[in-house]
Each structure stands twice: as C-alpha cells, then as structure tokens.
C-alpha cells in the first residue's frame, strides 16, 4: 500500500484575490514561506521515498521547504501543475463570479471547460493517472509527497472518495495544508483531509502492524468495522 502526502503551495500575493492559475513567477510570499518552512518541519521526522512538484514556481518552493536537509531531491511532474484557466487566469475571482460559466464551475464542474483552457474532467484525469504511476514506480510500501494546487488536490481526493467530480466543490485544501491517502489494492482509504497541524509519524506504517500488513484475517484493503484503534 502507498501513501501519497499531497501538500497545496503556500500563499503568494495573488492567492485568494486572484485566480492565478499558470501566471509566470508567482512566488511564495513571506506568510507563504513561512508556512512551507513550517510543512517542511512537521514532516521532518517522516522518511519520504520521493517529493514531487507541480512546475510552477509557488509549489517548487514549497517542496524545496520540505526537502531542506534531505537527500531527496524535488522532482518536477507537469500533470501535477495547476489547471489551465485559459482567458480566466489573473483575474480578480470577484469578477469571475459574475462570469456566467462561474456556477457551472461551482455545482457542475464535470461540465466545466475554461475558454481557452482545460476542462476540469481533463485535470482529473491527468493528475490520478501521475498518482497510478507513481505508486507504481515507488511500490507498495512507499511514503512520498507531492505539491500541488487546490483544484488538483481536491480532484484527486474526489476520485480517492469515489466521488464523481461534481461533488469535488465539497473538498478543501487550504495553502500548505497536508492531505493523505493510502492506497491499497481493493481501494483508497484517505488518511488525512486539509490537515494544518499536528503529528506525522503515524503516516508511515510500522512493520508488521496491523495497519501494514492488515492484522489476522484481514487484508491491507479492509476497512475496519466499527471504527478500529487509529492508525498511530
């Protein structure tokens, strides 16, 4: 089973007043680094087999946060970067929500294609299908991060929920928030959603517990009835 840490960028100047999309040298701004160097402390302790980021210059500063001190290096996977707004990009959100496509983007964003742009469906697809591969790549017993943007976490987590995309809405991912999901062979199981604070160390299973190896008669797939003990 992999486990797959997805961490959204932290703030940069244009973040909340403006979609900023794939607007060149948008950088972390001094809350937004501080933020990442905080992410990068609270995880710290956790062993990471990769850490992967979005190209866009907000994300790869927040990951190179994460990495400082390790021996992982950051590596860069275009699927992860930030939906292609098209004409939207770097315009104020209070005057894209008088934009007529602005509701279809809030109750059906399976519908949903930016002028210009990409569709929503087309982003969903391209980021779960860099997840499959790199759980692959790094195998089952695999801790790894990747950063990336909120319209792209929230779809990987729909699709972790087995929720179809008009419901991604429901999800947030706020700056520098950390979202984890373990996969497994049957299913997904999501860890931890838009988690700003608190221990990590129980993000990597211990050998031979029962969240590892799924405990006596059951499988890594299992969900346990009743609640179970926690995963730490």
Same mark, same amino acid.
């Given at each position: 089973m992999?486990?797959?840490?997805l =961490?959204?960028?932290?703030l ?10 794939? %607007?060149p040298d948008v950088h ?5 680094r501080?933020q990442a160097?905080a992410?990068g402390?609270?995880?710290a ?5 990769a ?12 990951? *190179?946060?994460?990495a400082?001190?390790?021996v992982t290096?950051? %590596?860069?996977?275009?699927r992860?970067g ?6 939207w %990009? ?5 005057e894209l929500?008088?934009?007529?496509l602005w509701? +279809?983007? *809030?109750a059906?964003?399976?519908a949903a294609?930016?002028?210009g ?5 087309e982003v *969903?697809?391209? =980021? ?10 790094l195998?089952?017993k695999?801790?790894y991060? +990747?950063?990336s943007?909120g319209d792209?976490?929230k779809?990987?987590v729909?699709d ?5 995309l008009d419901?991604? *809405?429901?999800v947030t991912a706020?700056?520098?928030?950390? %979202?984890a999901?373990?996969y ?9 959603l838009?988690?700003?604070g608190?221990? +990590?160390?129980?993000l ?7 969240d590892?190896d ?6 890594v797939?299992?969900?346990?009835v009743g609640?179970?003990?926690?995963t730490?």
């Amino acid at each position: 089973m992999t486990t797959l840490l997805l =961490a959204r960028h932290g703030l940069t100047h244009l973040t909340g007043p403006v979609l900023a999309g794939w %607007t060149p040298d948008v950088h972390l701004n001094d809350a937004g680094r501080a933020q990442a160097e905080a992410l990068g402390a609270r995880l710290a302790s956790l062993e990471l087999d990769a850490i992967v980021s979005s190209p866009l210059e907000r994300c790869r500063e927040t990951a *190179q946060a994460v990495a400082a001190g390790r021996v992982t290096e950051v %590596t860069t996977d275009e699927r992860f970067g930030e939906c292609r707004y098209g004409d939207w %990009t770097g315009r104020p959100i209070a005057e894209l929500a008088k934009d007529p496509l602005w509701p +279809v983007v *809030q109750a059906h964003p399976s519908a949903a294609r930016f002028p210009g742009g990409e569709s929503l469906p087309e982003v *969903q697809h391209r =980021a779960v299908a860099a997840v499959r591969e790199w759980n692959e790549r790094l195998g089952p017993k695999a801790v790894y991060l +990747v950063c990336s943007h909120g319209d792209v976490i929230k779809a990987i987590v729909a699709d972790a929920l087995g929720l179809h995309l008009d419901q991604f *809405q429901r999800v947030t991912a706020d700056p520098a928030s950390l %979202t984890a999901i373990r996969y497994t062979p049957l299913r997904p199981f999501v860890l931890r959603l838009n988690d700003v604070g608190g221990d +990590v160390t129980g993000l990597r299973p211990a050998e031979g517990s029962a969240d590892a190896d799924g405990g006596e008669n059951l499988t890594v797939s299992d969900a346990a009835v009743g609640g179970g003990s926690g995963t730490t």
